[in-house]
């Protein structure tokens, strides 16, 4: 079974910090995502990778950045946290080809105050 | 225009009726379509992909697609209370740099009464 993990379920941070989410997947996936999650909006794509030190900006990059180091890791970084991005955030990973089904890790819930 | 639509429901059904969940979308090249289950408080699952017109049957599930209407849609036959969750449908594209994304509508919330 595909497995991805997150590195924490909830977290709390406060107002300017940095915030580093991390995402692993054990499945040798080539392509790997950052999602946030909020009620009315659903899932909106923030970064992705399809190969290792390779990222593209997403639908709403503003006030992230991400890093791939190794094939199996992506991490999200916020650099300088906001209340705004209190949300759910959920890591992605797929094989390359048409099918795409994409396998998600169980969320991280970031609250920043 | 929203890239991928859904009604946000809820849709209620009672135990063993059929459940119709629909979406449409924007974009003509987009090559394949994804339907995820979401329970509250889960992360989404695969339930069926398509990519051809017409349907796929999978057990309960049956996706349909309809190119020129771009529309495609996911029945659910006798349906259970385990099957109440929120119904994502998803869209695999290429963005203006030539990369496959996949967008997410809203999802549907569907409620089984049983």
């Known amino acids: 079974d595909v497995k991805v993990t997150q590195s924490s379920r909830y977290l709390v941070k406060r107002t300017g910090e940095k915030v580093f989410l991390e995402c692993v997947q054990d499945?040798?996936?080539?392509?790997m995502f950052w999602y946030r999650q909020d009620p009315g909006l659903g899932l909106r794509l923030i970064y992705f990778?399809?190969?290792?030190?390779?990222?593209e900006k997403g639908d709403i990059p503003e006030g992230y950045s991400v890093s791939r180091e190794k094939k199996e890791r992506f991490s999200l970084i916020l650099e300088s946290a906001s209340t705004n991005q209190t949300s759910m955030y959920l890591c992605?990973?797929?094989?390359?080809?048409?099918?795409?089904?994409?396998?998600f890790g169980p969320g991280t819930r970031l609250t920043v105050t | 225009q929203k890239e991928v639509e859904q009604n946000s429901g809820p849709l209620s059904v009672p135990e063993g009726a059929i459940a119709s969940l629909n979406c449409t979308y924007s974009?003509?090249?987009?090559?394949?379509f994804f339907w995820y289950r979401q329970y509250s408080g889960k992360s989404p699952e695969l339930i069926m992909f398509?990519?051809?017109?017409g349907d796929k049957e999978d057990g309960r599930f049956t996706a349909q697609l309809n190119k020129a209407s771009q529309y495609v849609s996911l029945l659910i036959r006798d349906s259970q209370p385990s099957d109440s969750a929120t119904y994502l449908c998803?869209?695999?594209?290429?963005?203006?740099?030539?990369?496959?994304?996949?967008?997410f509508g809203i999802g549907t919330k569907l409620q089984v009464i049983p």
């Open positions: 990778s399809y190969d290792v030190k390779m990222k």
């Open positions: 992605a990973s797929s094989l390359s080809g048409r099918a795409r089904e994409q396998y």
């Open positions: 398509i990519y051809s017109n």
């Open positions: 499945m040798d996936h080539e392509n």
């Open positions: 974009d003509r090249g987009s090559q394949s």
């Open positions: 998803a869209v695999l594209r290429v963005d203006s740099g030539g990369y496959q994304k996949v967008t």
